[in-house]
């Protein structure tokens, strides 16, 4: 069983990311949701970023990776949209990962590094009619075009955080699918 370390997206650590946790939890393996917003979750994207840019991008992106130093180096990352800058950024510059799980969100591969770490398998998903994806989907296609365990799953709709059965976004037929093929993923690490 896996070892994941999944950050939560700009909303926070909202009962929906923690629903997904206990899921891969109840297929049996260990899932760590560091709360990089002290407790605080928004109702919008737009206060979600409004806290994230009052707060500091970066400071918020230290707690994350402080969070990785604690569990040691044998882990899959994992992200739903901003969380994935934190997971993305994990997956590439730590020696020892098992692999990235890239959910709504992927940053060109050249952000952190010249290509992306062999051996380290990835998925990346996302809607393809989602704003938020449709500016990362060419980093997304790039990475999974050059990397030899990639994955880039493409959904059908608009909906962003659409993993997060706590909000509006939630559509439980492409969560569903998300889930079946994170869980086969995590199978295999």
Request: proline share 5%.
């Given at each position: ?41 928004f109702d919008t994207i ?131 699918l998300l889930m079946e ?9």
């Amino acid at each position: 069983m896996a070892d994941v370390l999944l950050y939560h997206h700009i909303q926070g650590l909202t009962d929906g990311v923690r629903a997904f946790a206990d899921e891969l939890r109840g297929s049996g393996h260990t899932v760590h949701t560091p709360d990089l917003f002290d407790g605080r979750t928004f109702d919008t994207i737009d206060a979600g970023f409004a806290y994230a840019r009052d707060t500091g991008f970066d400071a918020i992106r230290e707690r994350g990776a402080a969070a990785a130093d604690d569990l040691g180096p044998d882990l899959v990352h994992a992200g739903f949209s901003f969380g994935v800058t934190i997971a993305q950024q994990l997956a590439q510059t730590r020696a020892g990962a098992r692999g990235a799980l890239l959910m709504f969100s992927c940053i060109p591969v050249s952000e952190f590094g010249p290509a992306w770490p062999a051996g380290v398998p990835v998925q990346i998903h996302g809607k393809e009619d989602d704003e938020f994806f449709q500016e990362d989907l060419p980093a997304a296609r790039e990475l999974a075009g050059s990397a030899a365990s990639a994955e880039l799953f493409i959904y059908p709709g608009d909906q962003h955080l659409f993993a997060d059965s706590s909000l509006d976004a939630y559509d439980p037929e492409a969560a569903a699918l998300l889930m079946e093929r994170v869980t086969a993923f995590l199978a295999a690490v």
